[in-house]
T-cell receptor, first 117, second 116 residues
Framework: AQKITQTQPGMFVQEKEAVTLDCTYD???????LFWYKQPSSGEMIFLIY??????QNATEGRYSLNFQKARKSANLVISASQLGDSAMYFCAMRPLLGGATNKLIFGTGTLLAVQP | GAVVSQHPSWVICKSGTSVKIECRSL??????MFWYRQFPKQSLMLMATSNEGSKATYEQGVEKDKFLINHASLTLSTLTVTSAHPEDSSFYICSAREGRSYNEQFFGPGTRLTVL
């Protein structure tokens, strides 16, 4: 069975500082993908970054980077130079990459990030 | 990225009525569509997975007779909440994926259902 754990229900960060959102996972699948999504108060799910389990390098997308530690089964999201618009709910998610088209994307409980001016 | 639309964006209905929510992939063929439900301040919970032209696969605990899913074409899936009750009030989000399992999954903007 798959499980995603986000232990930080909420976090504050000062504008322009970096922040790390924690995510650990558990799976028996040999090949899987890890995702981070941002959900602002409007409700839309915004894709931020993806890391494949066999990728040798940590993924980066602009101010977002994923600190992937496979042996520890963690996939923390790092946001550099926080902006007020980063205030939102952040979800970590995982999906196995083998086994067919209906493999399900499973979400963690989310972390609410508040950026303070 | 690809665009997924949902209609309506919000709906208020009376208890006992049925509500249909549409999910469309606008610029790609969605071989697989997913329906999620999200209660306030909670995570997205997968309700069901549907492949075009076949019956939906429901997650454990989701009543298939209450939440009817139709994926009749490669660009449209519908979720009908039958005989809605106040406890069905929630944020419903659809997601669509094209082709093989490692393709990115695109989310619709969500539909907020309020049952009075």
């Amino acid at each position: 069975a798959q499980k995603i754990t986000q232990t930080q229900p909420g976090m504050f960060v000062q504008e322009k500082e970096a922040v790390t959102l924690d995510c650990t996972y558990d799976t028996s699948d040999p090949s899987y993908g890890l995702f981070w999504y941002k959900q602002p108060s409007s409700g839309e799910m915004i894709f931020l970054i993806y890391q494949g389990s066999y990728d040798q390098q940590n993924a980066t997308e602009g101010r977002y980077s994923l600190n992937f530690q496979k042996a520890r089964k963690s996939a923390n999201l790092v946001i550099s130079a926080s902006q007020l618009g980063d205030s939102a709910m952040y979800f970590c998610a995982m999906r196995p990459l083998l086994g067919g088209a209906t493999n399900k994307l499973i979400f963690g409980t989310g972390t609410l990030l508040a950026v303070q001016p | 990225g690809a665009v997924v639309s949902q209609h309506p964006s919000w709906v208020i209905c009376k208890s006992g009525t049925s509500v249909k929510i549409e999910c469309r992939s606008l610029d790609f063929q969605a071989t697989t569509m997913f329906w999620y439900r999200q209660f306030p301040k909670q995570s997205l919970m997968l309700m069901a997975t549907s492949n075009e032209g076949s019956k939906a696969t429901y997650e454990q605990g989701v009543e298939k007779d209450k939440f009817l899913i139709n994926h009749a074409s490669l660009t449209l899936s519908t979720l009908t909440v039958t005989s809605a009750h106040p406890e069905d009030s929630s944020f419903y989000i659809c997601s669509a994926r094209e082709g093989r399992s490692y393709n990115e999954q695109f989310f619709g903007p969500g539909t907020r259902l309020t049952v009075l």
